[in-house]
């Protein structure tokens, strides 16, 4: 995931995460009680906002769920949620906005990817590939070049705007379902 020591971060649970910059972007939500002030605030999940480059983005919240508005990176994304899920923030399942625009994706979360009545949606121009502790509900407008992509105790759901390219999909505990257009 992250290719060298990633900034540690600590965000709120009432916070928003931005980012705009021109090299890789390399964050670690880090988890805990933080006090500055006098105030304490509980360290858990993060909410992306915004998260812009032309390179690539490491994101990892080390406890709780990644919440994603958008993440655009040219070259490549690795959103790693380790014991929580990977969440749409906009409630779009009539008109899917894309959470991820990016070369290469790389999604992982302890518990589910996107949900049933909300799917997670991506772009991608490379490889999608990926690991989720329960089920993966995957959205992408346009065709998809899965290189592997694994639920250990769920389903994996995925539609698809053009063609389906796949290498391996496994549902260990579950069942893999993919709607592809152009198929």
């Known amino acids: ?10 965000v ?11 090299g890789n972007v390399d964050l670690k939500q880090v988890s805990g009680d933080m006090t500055i002030n006098g105030d304490t605030k509980t360290i858990s999940s993060l909410y992306v906002a915004k998260v812009g480059t032309p390179q690539n983005v490491d994101i990892e919240v080390v406890s709780g769920n990644m919440t994603v508005e958008r993440v655009d990176a040219g070259t490549g994304s ?8 990977i969440i749409d923030a906009f409630d779009d399942a009539g008109g899917p906005i894309v959470n991820v625009a990016s070369g290469d994706i790389y999604l992982q979360a302890g518990q589910n990817i996107g949900s049933s009545g909300n799917f997670f949606d991506v772009l991608v121009s490379g490889d999608f590939s990926g690991l989720v502790g329960n089920d993966a509900f995957i959205n992408t407008p346009a065709t998809l070049h899965i290189t592997t992509f694994t ?10 705007g053009g063609t389906t390219d796949v290498g391996l999909i496994r549902a260990r505990k579950g069942t893999v379902m993919i709607v592809s257009q152009d198929d």
Do not use: F, K, Q
């Open 1 to 10: 995931l992250h290719s060298g020591d990633p900034l540690r971060i600590a």
């Open 12 to 22: 709120a649970t009432t916070g928003r995460l931005y980012v705009d910059a021109t």
């Open 78 to 85: 690795n959103l790693v949620a380790d014991s929580g899920s």
């Open 151 to 160: 639920s250990n105790n769920g389903d994996v759901t995925m539609t698809v």
